[in-house]
């Protein structure tokens, strides 16, 4: 089988997702699959080969190689951000009747968007901070978020990953300076309430056709909160298994499964609770989460004793599986 590892994206999380196309490269069964390394960027859409660049043909998602035209037959999504993680270009696959790792453009497009996200898991009782939705021009000040939200709050773009364009506001006089980071990812923010308590971190994904719970993460930032810094340039620790008591832990589990399965979730993910008074609030999720060798979410797969390569497998095999059902 012909595999399509795509990697890069149009935002700055293009260099966390070039890595983590790396790692499935890696482990991806070469007995089973011929794999090909495909950049989606800013400056163009190519396949790599031997260090050689390929263009991609946009209208068949195929590249001409010596006279000869590579065909897939799945792709393996790895792009962190848009237009990968936003629904785009998964839309734009199945419109060719091509295949793709991980959940459909429907669910990318919904968890992607932090504000709607929320508004579907609130049908399921699902506790999160209290928040604030703004768009850029909306007039409001500080004292009015702090007589709402109380201080601190946080400040966040409506669609971002890693944590770009994400501020704790401690102090109102920050709090100009936090809107004009976040609008400057995104015209849409969301405004929350601070919960205090343990941050982890769970892997969820579809496995052998069951919600299967990888393991929690216990997230020690060295910075105020667990930001771009943290997440990758080393200024966190993550500790698997978390540092919870057996009822917490079975209660975070549980309310992972539940999150995904209310959210429609196919493939990898990650979620991230705050467990305040020892429940559990769920933050947000990650449908592409990193897949680097610093990322969480192999480091939960080697606590579950589970083989990378297998976990791929598996994800080919729901791709095709799914496809199936397009044509009924």
């Known amino acids: 089988m012909n595999i399509a590892v795509v990697m890069g994206g149009y935002s700055d999380e293009s260099v966390i997702s070039l890595r983590s196309g790396q790692l499935i490269l890696k482990n991806l069964d070469k007995n089973k699959y011929q794999?090909?390394?495909?950049?989606?960027?800013?400056?163009?859409?190519?396949?790599?080969v031997d260090g050689k660049q390929f263009p991609i043909d946009r209208s068949d998602f195929t590249f001409t190689q010596n006279g000869?035209?590579?065909k897939f037959d799945a792709i393996i999504n790895t792009i962190h951000g848009t237009p990968g993680e936003d629904g785009?270009?998964?839309?734009?696959?199945?419109?060719?009747?091509?295949?793709?790792?991980?959940?459909?453009?429907?669910?990318s497009a919904l968890t992607f968007n932090k504000r709607d996200t929320?508004?579907?898991?609130?049908?399921?009782?699902?506790?999160?901070?209290n928040s604030i939705y703004l768009s850029k021009g909306d007039a409001i000040s500080g004292e009015e978020i702090q007589a709402q939200l109380g201080l601190p709050f946080f400040v966040k773009p409506n669609q971002s990953g890693s944590s770009l364009g994400v501020s704790k506001v401690n102090d109102l006089a920050d709090f100009d300076k936090a809107l004009d980071f976040a609008f400057a990812e995104d015209n849409d923010i969301?405004?929350?309430?601070?919960?205090?308590?343990?941050?982890?971190?769970?892997?969820?994904?579809?496995?052998k056709g069951e919600t299967k719970v990888l393991g929690l993460t216990e997230i020690v930032s060295q910075n105020d909160f667990f930001d771009y810094e943290a997440k990758y340039l080393g200024k966190s620790e993550e500790i698997t298994p978390a540092r919870l008591s057996k009822e917490t832990e079975l209660e975070v589990i549980e309310m992972a499964k539940k999150v995904y399965e209310a959210l429609g979730m196919s493939g990898?993910?990650?979620s991230e609770f705050i467990i305040m008074d020892g429940v559990p609030h769920f933050i947000e999720i990650n449908t592409n989460p990193g897949l680097s060798p610093q990322s969480i979410f192999p480091q939960q797969a080697t606590y579950a004793k589970l083989n990378f390569s297998d976990l791929l497998d598996n994800e080919i095999e729901l791709a095709l599986k799914r496809k199936s059902l397009w044509k009924k």
């Open 190 to 207: 969301l405004i929350e309430s601070f919960l205090k308590g343990v941050e982890v971190s769970v892997g969820v994904l579809n496995y």
């Open 118 to 129: 929320l508004s579907v898991l609130s049908k399921f009782n699902i506790p999160k901070a």
């Open 35 to 48: 794999t090909f390394e495909i950049h989606i960027l800013l400056d163009g859409w190519n396949a790599v």
């Open 68 to 70: 000869e035209k590579i």
């Open 88 to 107: 785009h270009l998964q839309a734009y696959w199945e419109l060719l009747d091509l295949p793709y790792t991980g959940c459909n453009f429907y669910q």
């Open 268 to 270: 990898f993910s990650r």
